[in-house]
Structures are given as structure tokens and as C-alpha cells.
């Protein structure tokens, strides 16, 4: 990966970091770093981690994973960010309001190391069996989105279940997001990989954008990390074992999507947050 030229400009490089996650976090750091390194000898800009990169439990996370934004794994992704000079964007588990409740969260950390925002999960998974809802508490539906700027492109960033929901990708749309970003943990099962994939495409081709939706691998999570193309052309996918996979995305190349595809600019309807 050494001779990896950097991307041609006004590209946007990103990698795809699907990893095997596990209850020990200092392992997952040790991952998290490594795929940090491998992003920055690719040259990329932006590495995409999953959901509850920093601690996961298939049986379910809950605020026994969680860290503060000034825990060892923030620390880490803000340290080796600013090493590198490549930006993450991974999950985690936030302390919620009282030690019963976690905040199932996404971090963005820029190429400085700083932390660009966070965006704390709004639809939680209470399907499939699961409950989130018995250890987490959501995040407010009025919380600013959170958006990342990134050679000339706005990345959006939502997270797993918010995938079913097409107005979350949408609200981010809405705020100048041509690139949607969602970590996941996404579990195995029947028909999962399928609607999976049909969602993430189809998120790609209503919002005219392109899509980076990374699975986790490892024990109970599906993994089929995906980059979606505005035109519903699926440009590079990965199996369900742990690996890292690295694209450029052309920002004119997306305009040219909208422009010749112009149904943002002609539909009749808005979003809102419900009360």
C-alpha cells in the first residue's frame, strides 16, 4: 500500500475499516490504530469505522461499554488522527443521562485530531428481537446534524437502524450532504444482507449521493461494507470477514448525477422531526 498514489483532486479518498469488534476495548484500540496506519499508506482522507467500534457484545452493548469523549478511545482516534492526518468516523458508547443508560454514538474526529462533532443514535434497534431501547436512551431528533468537510465535500453521518429510516439520510441531504456515511453493526440473519444492501443502495439513489455504509465482521455482525455509487452502482463491496478496502468518490462525478437526475430539486415535501 506504500506506492498508493494520493487521490487526483477534487477526489475524496476514504476507507472502509471492517473490523472484528470485541468486549476488550484495548484490543479494539490496537485495531482502530492499525487501521489508521493502513488508511494513511493509502493516502486516504477519511477512515470509516463501525458502530460500537469501541467495545461490542453481540447479546447486546450496554453502559457497561461506555466511555467518556475524553475516554481512551476518543483519545486514541483524536491521537493517531493527528499522527496521520487522516479523519475517522467511528462508533461508540457515550455515558447516558444515569449509569443505567448508554448513548449509542458516532464521533467524527478531523485530520487535526480534533473532534468535529457527534451524533448520538435516534432510532434505536428495537426489532429483530433486540431492544437498545432496555440500555440506551435515544438521541434528540432536534440535535444539529452532524456533517463533515472534507475536500469539497459534506459527508453526512447517521448510524445502523437509521439506515430503515429514509428521512434521516434525507435531513442530512438537506443540510448540504452529498457523501452519507453510516457505520453499522449490522446484525447477521435471514434476509439481512439482502435488505442490507437494497437499503443502502436505494438511500444512494433517492438522495442523488453517494453512500458509505461499513459493517462490522466477527461474531454476530454481517459485515458487507459497501460504497454506493448516486446511480445505485455498488463500486466496491466486501464479504463478512474483517478487512479494509479503500476508494476515491469524485465530487463531479455526483453533480452530474444530480444534474441529470434532479428529483431533490422537484418533490413537494419536507422533513421534520415528530414530537
Known sequence: MSGVAPPARPAVRVTLGQLAVSEDHAANRLAVVDALRTAARA?????VLPEYASGFDPRGVGPEHAEGLDGPFVRTLREHAAKTGVAVVAGTMLPGATPARGVNAVVAVDGAGEVAGVY???HLYDAFGHRESDRLEAGSPDAAPLLLDLGGLRFGILTCY???VPESARRLVDAGARVLVVPAAWAAGELKAMHWRTLAVARAIENTAAVVAVGQAGRGGGGRSLLGAPGGVVGLERDDKPGIRTADIGGAALAAV?????SLRHRRYGVVPLP
Open 162 to 164: 437509521d439506515l430503515r
Open 120 to 122: 448520538r443514535k435516534v
Open 43 to 47: 493516502h486516504a482522507d477519511l477512515l
Open 258 to 262: 444530480r444534474e441529470r437526475t434532479p
